[in-house]
């Protein structure tokens, strides 16, 4: 018996601290998996070296953007390092109406409001090998002055502190296997996923995994 199409498509979240390697796993994601839309964001920062407007991010100016905001343009939207980031409402609902998977990758204030709207949408936290490897990361992008690399750092250890309200936990040590296990997920239940992190939690917890920043003193 030929299993029952899905007529609407999934809503999967991917959140992550700046510098984990999201960009890199998306496109290592989107190269190995067909009928998935990524929802390219708008934002108000600057484009960065390499970056093509509708590409990478929607350029726009701040008060384009909070015409959006004024007009219930958005699905969600947040402000981050001084610059808005937002998803337009209008392009999710036409895809999943249509059948096609949607991926977005918003950072957690952001993914809450997507979760309070989108209950059955996949939420994924993806995670450095560990904290001291982020830090290398971003020093290594050599695109950010010393205060505003410390900045993403101290930003990272606030959002750690949300990774309880995700459904599963990717660590991006190698992109073909982070890539790969997110396609996994977004298959999977969101019952099964939440047993999992609980497991990945306790262990980091225990400190049997290495994950975490290490407590300011």
């Known amino acids: ?19 984990v390697g999201k960009s890199t796993v998306i496109a290592e994601l989107l190269s190995e998996r067909e009928n ?32 959006m905001i004024d007009g219930d343009e958005l ?25 096609i998977d949607v991926l977005l990758d918003i950072e957690v204030q952001g993914a809450a409001k997507v979760r ?6 996949v939420f994924i936290f993806i995670v450095p090998p560990s904290f ?3 830090s290398r990361r971003l ?27 995700y459904d599963y936990l990717v660590v991006n040590d190698k992109v073909s296997a982070a890539a790969a296990e997110i396609i996994e997920a977004s298959k999977s239940s969101k019952a099964m996923l939440r047993s999992l992190l609980g497991a990945f939690i306790f262990a980091i917890s225990s400190n049997a995994v290495r994950l975490m920043p290490v407590a300011d003193t």
């Open 139 to 165: 020093h290594r992008r050599a695109t950010d002055q010393e205060d505003v690399i410390r900045g993403r750092l101290q930003k990272a250890r606030e959002e750690y502190r949300e990774i309880p309200n």
């Open 75 to 99: 699905l969600e939207y947040a402000e981050y390092v001084h610059n808005y980031y937002g998803t337009s409402l209008r392009l999710i609902r036409e895809k999943l109406d249509a059948g």
């Open 1 to 19: 018996m030929t299993p029952k199409k899905r007529t609407r498509g999934q809503l999967i979240v991917l959140s992550g601290p700046s510098g």
């Open 36 to 67: 998935i839309y990524f929802s390219v964001s708008f934002t108000t920062r600057a484009p960065r070296v390499g970056e093509a407007d509708g590409v990478h991010y929607h350029f726009v100016t701040r008060e384009r953007f909070e015409a």
């Open 116 to 121: 309070a709207k989108c209950p059955d949408a």
């Open 132 to 134: 001291e490897e982020l």
